[in-house]
């Protein structure tokens, strides 16, 4: 079984949606991120160096979550993943999933989402 560093519930205000409503008032979102990466060095180290910085992972989604809109969360998600795959490099596969905390539907649902996956590209 691989090692992972995950961080689950990354809140925050965003404005991702299909209705003019959901990209001018926003929505409440929830992001979930697992990160296969090798651990038994910082195990060995107790460096944060030699480890995924889940501070920098949370600072990173919540900076693209509050950035440009998107239309759908499967976009939002897709930049999330190529960006921290990209900036994590000894990162092997992210997982990633995005919740809509207020959809705009009628009825009462708590939330809508979606789970992508991505693995680095290796050479």
């Known amino acids: 079984m691989p090692d992972l560093v995950f961080i689950e519930g990354i809140k925050f205000h965003g404005y991702h949606g299909l209705t003019r409503q959901e990209r001018q008032i926003g929505v409440r ?9 090798d651990l038994t060095r910082a ?28 239309h759908l969360l499967e976009s939002f998600a897709s930049t999330v993943l190529d960006a921290l795959l990209a900036e994590f490099p ?24 979606v789970e992508m996956e991505r693995e680095h590209a290796h050479g």
């Open 29 to 37: 979102l929830s992001v979930d991120v697992t990160l296969e990466v």
């Open 43 to 70: 195990g060995r180290t107790d460096r944060v160096a030699d480890t995924v910085n889940y501070q920098r992972v949370h600072a990173r989604v919540v900076e693209l979550g509050r950035g440009r809109s998107h």
């Open 90 to 113: 000894g990162v092997a596969r992210i997982v990633l999933r995005v919740r809509k905390e207020t959809p705009v539907l009628d009825g009462i649902v708590v939330s809508v989402g």
